[in-house]
């Protein structure tokens, strides 16, 4: 098995709601290590960076507002880097985080647990790599190498 390293993300939902130590326990008993983690106030230049790949969709200016933390006319700003390493850590932290849609998110997953949608945008907590190409790429906007330990 491949040992990979993988991006999460706790969304300022997740951090206003105070759902990143949960988010963390979760991905710890799933047995993940931890290697990196800070958090990072957004802005406009890391956002759009991060959803780069994502600039194309009509919905791409609302994940910008929201990993901003521009929500409800309630800024707060606050997101969880952290990255997670482990034995097929893409696909096992995506289990943990479940369905990008909280409605279709298993029971007992973070978004299952925690997600909801609000003004028909999904407020699910967390983001997580889709893919290891995806991981690296993003690992690298949100962390210099030597922030990240193995």
Known sequence: MAIEKTLILIKPDGMKRRLAGIAIDR????????????????????????YALLKEMPFFPNLIQFIKGDFHGVPDRRVLAMVYKGENAVKGIRAVVGATNP???????????????????????????GNPEEADREIKIWFRPEEVIG
Do not use: C, W, Y
């Open 103 to 129: 409605e279709q998110a298993a029971p007992g997953t973070i978004r299952g647990s925690f997600g909801r949608i609000s003004q028909g945008n999904f407020e699910n907590v967390v983001h997580a790599s």
């Open 27 to 50: 991905f710890e008993t799933a047995g993940f290590d931890m290697v990196a983690a800070k958090i990072v106030t957004v802005t406009e230049d890391l956002a759009r960076e991060h």
